[in-house]
């Protein structure tokens, strides 16, 4: 009797997992719009120079305004200037040397042999956190321009790639970035 109940529990729950289920696909944090509009890319552009430009400079209180045919929700707004906020230990991470920005719009730790040796274990949890936090953030930026401005889903990796070229004129000299083809170059 045991055994038919949790068998029956187990299709169910794979039934669910399969076919989906409208109470837990609300739950998604991010869903692409069907039938989103094309991306304005002269528009992300701007607002990527302007968002980058503040964030390096540590600016706070940056007062956002959305450019043609894009909206800015709030969570975007936040997540611009939380990662002002954030900005110096960033930096510091990339002018260590241990830190790369990669083209898919997200900062990585390099975790060689020397950054072991040089850091202690409470500093690599320290940066990691930093790092995960930053991401955080840029992803928030990422998917709540698709979803605020009713962007189409496949505008995603465009707009990742628009915000990492803003962010590679800003590098100071010794800062490390991956190029377009992948490989790890210090400005």
């Known amino acids: 009797m045991m055994l ?25 944090p991010f869903r692409f719009t069907p039938n989103g509009k094309e991306m304005p ?9 302007t968002i980058e430009s503040q964030v390096f400079a540590g600016n706070r209180d940056m007062n956002l305004t959305a450019p043609e045919g894009l909206i800015l929700g709030d969570a975007v707004v936040q997540a611009a200037r939380t990662r002002a906020i954030r900005a110096d230990l960033v930096k510091n991470l990339l002018r260590s040397g241990y830190a790369v920005e990669q083209r898919n719009g997200t900062v990585a730790l390099i975790r060689n042999r020397e950054y072991r040796q040089a850091t202690s274990s409470r500093e690599r949890d320290r940066n990691a956190l930093i790092i995960m936090s930053e991401n955080t953030d840029r992803w928030t930026i990422y998917e709540g321009l698709v979803r605020d401005s009713k962007l189409k889903g496949s505008s995603l990796p465009a707009i990742q790639r ?10 100071e000299p010794g800062m490390k970035y991956e190029d377009e083809s992948g490989q790890t170059v210090t400005r």
């Open 4 to 28: 038919k109940r949790s068998g029956l529990f187990l299709l169910f729950v794979g039934c669910v997992a399969v076919g989906g289920c409208a109470s837990f696909s609300g739950l998604a």
């Open 41 to 49: 890319e002269a528009s992300v552009e701007e607002l990527a120079k």
């Open 162 to 171: 628009i915000f990492y070229r803003a962010r590679i004129p800003l590098l």
